[in-house]
C-alpha cells in the first residue's frame, strides 16, 4: 500500500491561512505611509508573507524573480492589475500564478485590507515593471530578496 504524503500547495496554503485570523490578526499593522509586511514563515520549500493595505496602497507592476504564488484576501477586498486584465478580490478569493506572472495589487477600496501570500521557491529577487503608453513593458529595477 502506498500512501500519500504531498505537501499543501501555496494556494492552500495561502487559503488555510486567511481563513484564520486568530493565527496572525495580532501581528497586523496598519500604516498611512506604505505597505506593512512581515514574514510568517520561510524555509527552503516556501515562504509566507502578511500584507496590510491601507486604501489606495499599491505594489506597482512586478513579478516574483521566478518564483510561483498565491494570494488570498483575509480582510477587505484587493483588486489584482496583470498584463490580461483586472480581477476584484474580496475576503475569501484567491489569486494563484505561475513563475512568470507580472501584475499589480492595489487596495482600491475605502477601508483598509489584509491578505496572506505564500511563494515556493522562496523569493530570491522582484523586478519592478512599468508599462509604456504603446503598451510595452519596461523592466525598471530589480530588488533582491537580501535587501528586504
Known amino acids: 500500500m502506498t500512501l500519500s504524503t504531498s505537501l499543501p500547495t501555496v494556494a492552500e496554503i495561502a487559503r488555510s491561512l486567511a481563513a484564520d485570523p486568530g493565527r496572525w490578526i495580532d501581528r497586523v499593522r496598519l500604516s498611512v505611509p506604505e505597505r506593512w509586511y512581515e514574514r510568517l514563515h520561510h524555509d527552503s520549500r516556501h515562504e509566507i508573507w502578511l500584507i496590510s493595505w491601507m ?7 512586478h ?8 494570494f488570498a484576501v483575509a480582510l477587505g477586498g484587493l483588486q489584482e492589475d496583470d498584463l490580461h486584465g483586472r480581477r476584484t478580490l474580496e475576503a ?4 494563484e500564478f505561475g513563475p512568470d506572472h507580472i501584475h499589480s495589487v492595489t487596495n482600491a477600496t475605502r477601508a483598509p485590507a489584509v491578505s496572506v501570500h505564500v511563494y515556493s521557491p ?4 522582484m523586478n519592478r515593471y512599468d508599462l509604456t503608453p504603446d503598451g510595452e513593458l519596461v523592466r525598471l529595477a530589480t530588488e533582491r530578496a537580501d535587501q528586504w
Open 92 to 95: 475569501g478569493d484567491l489569486r
Open 55 to 61: 486604501p489606495g496602497q499599491s505594489t506597482g507592476l
Open 63 to 70: 513579478d516574483h524573480g521566478g518564483s510561483r504564488g498565491a
Open 122 to 125: 522562496p523569493l530570491t529577487s
